[in-house]
């Protein structure tokens, strides 16, 4: 069963800052499998990322994604003030199917 | 643009089972290429998987609630549901319906719905 940890748990920036959000799986997986995902109080998360680095219909060039393997990154590179919201990397465990998310990582002001 | 939208009863006694519909819009549940999931967010926690099924009926199922856990598939009706029995205050939480594309993630959401189990 894939494990994914996210660090760190709270990230205090400010708008225009660069944010960079970790997500290590606790064994090798497939990129084509990795997302991210933001959610905000009170809202159903959205799609940012999958495949490790393709953005989602709609998202801001500022996200960007990368990594392989085990560890993989989600950078936004001069936040906005709506990027504050929590944001969680999901894999694909394929034995038997099932779909991990990794614990979260808060970024506030 | 697809839209799912959960609906069920908002507070459920303990041992009873929790019942939710997800409806889907704007595109056929039929489509070979989606899973439809359930997914749950306990108050100020993460997010968790429950399970999700194709429109044929094939399930997968989270481990760790299989035993109490069925979804199920209304092709006609466009919609497909979740059924947790033997419930308890610890399955009090937020509960999403969302599609499961081919690369594995979760593209469209329902808006969630709280289910509180309490007597």
């Known amino acids: 069963e894939i494990v994914l940890t996210q660090s760190p748990g709270t990230l205090s920036l400010s708008p225009g800052e660069r944010a960079t959000l970790s997500c290590r799986a606790s064994?090798?997986?497939?990129?084509?499998?990795l997302a991210w995902y933001q959610q905000k109080p009170g809202q159903a998360p959205r799609l940012l990322i999958y495949?490790?680095?393709s953005r989602a219909t709609g998202i801001p060039d500022r996200f960007s994604g990368s990594g392989s393997g085990t560890d993989f990154t989600l950078t936004i590179s001069r936040l906005e003030p709506e990027d504050f919201a929590v944001y969680y990397c999901?894999?694909?465990?394929?034995?038997?199917?099932?779909?991990?998310f990794g614990g979260g990582t808060k970024v506030e002001i | 643009q697809v839209q799912l939208q959960e609906s069920g009863p908002g507070l459920v006694k303990p041992s009873q089972t929790l019942s939710l519909t997800c409806t889907v819009s704007g595109g056929s549940i039929s489509s070979g290429a989606y899973y439809w999931s359930w997914i749950r967010q306990h108050p100020g926690k993460g997010l968790e998987w429950l399970g999700y099924i194709h429109y044929t009926g094939s399930t997968y199922y989270n481990p760790s609630l299989k035993s109490r856990l069925t979804i199920l598939v209304d092709t006609s009706k466009n919609q497909f549901s979740l059924r947790l029995s033997s419930v308890t205050a610890a399955d009090t939480a937020v509960y999403y319906c969302a599609r499961r594309t081919n690369q594995k993630n979760l593209d469209y959401w329902g808006q969630g719905s709280l289910v509180t189990v309490s007597s």
């Open positions: 495949g490790a680095s």
């Open positions: 064994q090798s997986v497939s990129n084509t499998n």
């Open positions: 999901q894999q694909y465990g394929s034995s038997p199917p099932n779909l991990p």
